[in-house]
T-cell receptor, first 109, second 116 residues
Framework: GQNIDQPTEMTATEGAIVQINCTYQ??????LFWYQQHAGEAPTFLSY??LDGLEEKGRFSSFLSRSKGYSYLLLKELQMKDSASYLC??????????WGAGTKLIIKP | ETGVTQTPRHLVMGMTNKKSLKCEQH?????MYWYKQSAKKPLELMFV???????ENNSVPSRFSPECPNSSHLFLHLHTLQPEDSALYLC???????????????FGEGSRLTVL
């Protein structure tokens, strides 16, 4: 079956760095996506990785290892506004997104 | 303003009611989606429309009926729902191409549905 695993909840301190991990098992693979969802709001697209390596976009970076079925989202210089759920999704061979249940990130002052 | 607008934002209905959720996208996208989001569960894809044609129906019960009159509008008609159907229903759109474009979804704020 197809599956995405990510931690349910993480806590970090303002100004610090946090890494949210995601492992995936899909029938075929066409890329890995990260979304951010603040409480009561719509998910918003953060990143897309299809090749191995690190993609950096400001304070956020996303990494992919296709051979390990593994990705992480790295958030630097954490701000209180980064408190949100982070959704990992892998695209399978049918171009369908397989979603994880999300990681709730709590930022403390 | 996200470019995808959903109404109503909140809906309470009895099991015998008929109601509809509406979604409109102003982004010129070709694909539109209905997702169900329940607490602590992955997003569940319900329906997909590409160029107004339904391309996915993920074993959704017939009490949920989608309608896509044009590429900018999407409806979800609700009839004789069950309490376990209470959830956040999210509409999304994308360019509908392959891989990167198809996976970059633009979501509406969602319709919070409570079935009594």
């Amino acid at each position: 079956g197809q599956n995405i695993d990510q931690p349910t909840e993480m806590t970090a301190t303002e100004g610090a760095i946090v890494q949210i991990n995601c492992t995936y098992q899909t029938s075929g693979f066409n890329g890995l996506f990260w979304y951010q969802q603040h409480a009561g709001e719509a998910p918003t697209f953060l990143s897309y990785n299809v090749l191995d390596g690190l993609e950096e976009k400001g304070r956020f970076s996303s990494f992919l290892s296709r051979s390990k079925g593994y990705s992480y989202l790295l958030l630097k210089e954490l701000q209180m506004k980064d408190s949100a759920s982070y959704l990992c999704a892998a695209m399978d061979s049918n171009y369908q997104l397989i979603w994880g249940a999300g990681t709730k990130l709590i930022i403390k002052p | 303003e996200t470019g995808v607008t959903q109404t109503p934002r909140h809906l309470v209905m009895g099991m015998t009611n008929k109601k509809s959720l509406k979604c409109e996208q102003h982004l010129g996208h070709n694909a539109m989606y209905w997702y169900k989001q329940s607490a602590k569960k992955p997003l569940e894809l319900m329906f997909v429309y590409n160029f107004k044609e339904q391309t996915e129906n993920n074993s959704v019960p017939s009490r949920f009926s989608p309608e896509c009159p044009n590429s900018s509008h999407l409806f979800l008609h609700l009839h004789t729902l069950q309490p376990e159907d209470s959830a956040l229903y999210l509409c999304a759109s994308s360019h509908g191409g392959l891989a990167g474009e198809a996976g970059e979804l633009f979501f509406g704020e969602g319709s919070r549905l409570t079935v009594l």
